[in-house]
């Protein structure tokens, strides 16, 4: 009866060798996923947040054609937020009648696709 | 166990839905500033349809734009934009609408109105019914043909006109010679006789004006550079009329720049305008050829609503109408 007695101790003290491995199984098939969206997601969160400022240093290049006489093609210029370095750019092309069309685009160092990019049509003071 | 995989998993799922919701905001507020640039450039083309005083887009109407959708660089259709204009008083209301994803559940419109005035109208101005005729060939079609029609007639700056003048007759002119030049400034009628040539402009103060058959005026021919730009013909007050005779078809009588006439304008047969024509009551004979020259000539109070005018925003119109 004594030996036995321990015996029903030590079951309930472990864990099988089996039981530890499909444990660990289980955790990696459950953890491994949940890492990889979870930094996956990350990185989306810093895509939105880079796309949000080069919508807005889009719309401030836009304003900059918006108020006051086109004349002439503004110059690209280039700003700094968040240490990184922005690019925005402008591209014009003439419709005749004195209307050009501005587009500016906005990009993140040396990337060569734009983060943003925005259309209008403006008169030439000209 | 169970539990630090729940929290994680509730973790994960709210950083997904996080960037879900981001990325949509990100979009739409994209599209809502695309949607704005594209009302702007709407009312960048119904401007310039207005100080042109042309029908670009042909749809119709000087000032309305009809759909015009607009791309970015790659090519890809960025919306598109139309634009309702609509004429009261001295100014236009705009009212433009850019859509970005028409039709799409992320469909998003602006809409913005803007008044802009055209010179020589404003507050306390009578009235008037004012006609620059482009490109019309009969009477009875000219308004259909592009003519336009405003409450703001424009005004003669007279004193503009004395003062650049070259001769002045203060009581009525009937010309003696065959060929004048210079700036004819004439107070009451005058009268171009048959034949005449005038290398300038004849304005007329307080009077009408008749110009027989064979006639030439040209003011592009004057001999003071600065005066080639001015109209052919200024008739101001009075009776304010300005008539042009029949003429013979092989020499037909030539008018080479704008016509004023604060009344009316009546042509006859074998007469060719190049110019535009303004007055508060036109009739071209049907065989007439006008034809129309982009030009603002000098010498009107706050210029003329005709090509290169200056078009301006009424100060505190701009407005957005629908978010």
């Known amino acids: 009866m004594i030996i036995l007695r321990k015996s029903a101790v030590q079951e309930e003290k472990g864990l099988a060798l089996m039981e530890v491995l499909v444990a660990v199984f289980i955790l990696a098939m459950v953890l491994t996923p949940i890492i990889f969206y979870f930094g996956r997601n990350l990185n989306k969160v810093a895509e939105v947040r880079s796309a949000s400022i080069a919508l807005n240093l889009a719309k401030e290049g836009m304003e900059r054609v918006r108020i006051g006489e086109f004349s002439e093609c503004p110059d690209s210029y280039d700003k700094t937020v968040d240490e990184s370095t922005w690019q925005i750019t402008y591209e014009c092309s003439d419709l005749g009648t004195s209307l050009i069309k501005v587009t500016v685009k906005v990009f993140k160092g040396s990337a060569t696709d734009p983060l943003a990019e925005l259309v209008t049509i403006v008169e030439s003071s000209e | ?323």
């Not at chain 2, 008044?115 to 020589?120: A, E, I, L, N, T």
């Not at chain 2, 080639?228 to 101001?236: K, L, M, Q, S, T």
């Not at chain 2, 005779?245 to 604060?262: D, F, P, Q």
């Not at chain 2, 005709?306 to 009424?314: I, K, N, R, S």
């Open chain 2, 1 to 323: 166990m169970i539990v630090v995989i729940i929290a994680l998993l509730t973790l994960i799922g709210g950083l997904v839905l996080l960037t879900s919701t981001g990325y949509k905001s990100y979009h739409f507020s994209k599209n809502r500033a695309q949607a704005l640039y594209l009302a702007e450039a709407g009312i960048s083309r119904a401007i310039r349809e207005i100080k042109d005083n042309e029908d670009h887009d042909e749809d119709g109407g000087v000032g309305s734009i009809s759909e015009i959708l607009l791309t970015y660089s790659d090519g890809s259709l960025a919306g598109s934009y139309s634009v309702e204009c609509v004429l009261g008083g001295s100014s236009y209301t705009l009212t433009s609408s850019g859509i970005v994803n028409k039709g799409s559940e992320n469909e998003v419109e602006r809409k913005v109105s803007a008044k802009y005035s055209v010179p020589g109208g404003g507050e306390g101005i009578e009235e008037f019914r004012h006609i620059a005729s482009y490109k019309t060939s009969c009477s009875q079609c000219l308004i259909d043909l592009g003519a336009y029609e405003t409450s703001n007639m424009p005004i003669p700056d007279m004193d503009f006109f004395r003062d650049n003048a070259d001769y002045i007759h203060e009581s009525g002119f009937t010309s003696e010679e065959d060929e004048l030049t210079g700036v004819y400034y004439i107070q009451g009628d005058a009268k171009l006789r048959k034949g005449t040539t005038l290398k300038g402009t004849i304005v007329v103060d307080g009077g009408k004006l008749t110009v027989e058959k064979e006639c030439e005026i040209d003011p592009s021919e004057s001999p003071d550079s600065y005066k080639r730009d001015f109209p052919a013909i200024v008739v101001y007050g009075g009776t304010g009329e300005v008539t042009i005779k029949k003429g013979i078809e092989e020499n037909e009588t030539e008018i080479h720049g704008l016509v004023y006439a604060s009344d009316s304008v009546q042509t006859n047969k074998h007469c060719s305008i190049e110019g535009v024509i303004i007055a508060d009551e036109i009739e071209v004979d049907e065989d007439n050829k006008i034809e129309s020259e982009e030009v603002s000539p000098p010498g009107f109070l706050g210029g003329t609503p005709l090509g290169g005018g200056t078009v301006t925003l009424v100060p505190g119109s701009w407005q957005e109408l629908s978010q």
